[in-house]
């Protein structure tokens, strides 16, 4: 039992799948999972599904710490005329995560291996799915994006398989976050919580800005939030310098777009704030509404808040 909780984690309670599978135990729900991951593999292999041999797809990831504007960011590329992005796929996270988890478990490893399917099969099956998951979230465009904030934690083998990619991996002051996630969760009291809400960010962001560096400046781009909404089309127009864009003056007016082209998903806690036009009302909504305790001793709860200039 402790050896399939080790490897996969705990199912998630809120899924329909962990009903589902409630009255199996957590051995037999090992072997289906290995037997899906194994059959999903091979099916690519026999049936030839691989797309091509390499992508020249140029997709634009934004990715960051939940509550960090990557919401924001999409409803404003969603606002020019060559771009779509649309809600998260909730699914792409899920996908890099199970690849994750494949290439991590030697058992399942060695009986691919011994089946002929190569590594490289294994991400051509990947990469192949995920374009076909991005080309159906939406209307077509010259150029797709996609916005799954845990994508940032998958940069460095999404650039693997999408070369041409571009990633912008959205920062904020993590008090901010912190809080607003206190508030959605209705825990302003909670230390606990807080405290575990700050040291998971910790650990994303040091994950998420070592792979931006390691891609480089050319195809992953830090924007800071708060520079975002208090100078927009100063840092929009860094932004669509970045991913090869022409400026569009519907940049500055995303909030005229939702509904239509900015398309909006209810089961988003920012779907409410893109309807508004770019404002600075969140920077500081935080302030004197921490408890003591962690807002005096971020620094060392959360090494990398000064790393960032917080």
Not at 141 to 150: F, G, I, Q, S, V
Not at 282 to 297: H, Q, T, Y
Request: proline letters at 4%.
């Amino acid at each position: 039992m402790n050896f399939v909780l080790t490897l996969y984690g705990k199912l998630p309670n809120d899924t329909m799948l962990y009903r589902k599978l409630l009255p199996i135990t957590l051995m037999e729900t090992y072997w289906i999972f290995q037997s899906l991951s194994i059959s999903l593999i091979i099916a690519f292999k026999v049936f030839d599904l691989s797309l091509e041999k390499k992508s020249d797809d140029d997709y634009i990831f934004i990715g960051g710490f939940g509550r960090s504007g990557t919401t924001l960011m999409r409803a404003i590329l969603d606002s020019h005329p060559n771009i779509r992005c649309g809600p998260e796929t909730k699914l792409i996270p899920r996908i890099l995560d199970w690849q994750k988890r494949i290439f991590s478990t030697d058992q399942i490893m060695r009986q691919i291996m011994d089946a002929g399917i190569e590594n490289s099969t294994i991400e051509e099956s990947i990469r192949d799915f995920i374009k076909v998951i991005i080309s159906k979230n939406g209307s077509k465009a010259k150029r797709l994006c996609d916005k799954d904030p845990n994508i940032a934690q998958y940069i460095l083998f999404l650039k693997k398989i999408f070369p041409k990619s571009k990633f912008i991996l959205m920062i904020r002051d993590p008090r901010a976050i912190v809080y607003s996630y206190s508030r959605i969760f209705k825990k302003t009291n909670d230390f606990k919580y807080m405290n575990y809400t700050v040291k998971r960010w910790n650990n994303f962001m040091t994950k998420a800005l070592n792979e931006c560096n390691e891609v480089g400046s050319k195809s992953c781009l830090k924007v800071n939030y708060e520079r975002l909404v208090m100078n927009p089309e100063r840092e929009i127009k860094i932004v669509v310098d970045f991913i090869g864009e022409k400026w569009s003056n519907s940049l500055m007016n995303h909030e005229k777009y939702v509904g239509s082209k900015v398309k909006i998903s209810q089961t988003e806690w920012s779907s409410d704030q893109i309807k508004r036009k770019i404002h600075t009302n969140a920077i500081d909504f935080w302030r004197g509404k921490l408890p003591n305790d962690i807002e005096n001793n971020f620094e060392t709860m959360a090494p990398i808040f000064k790393l960032l200039g917080y």
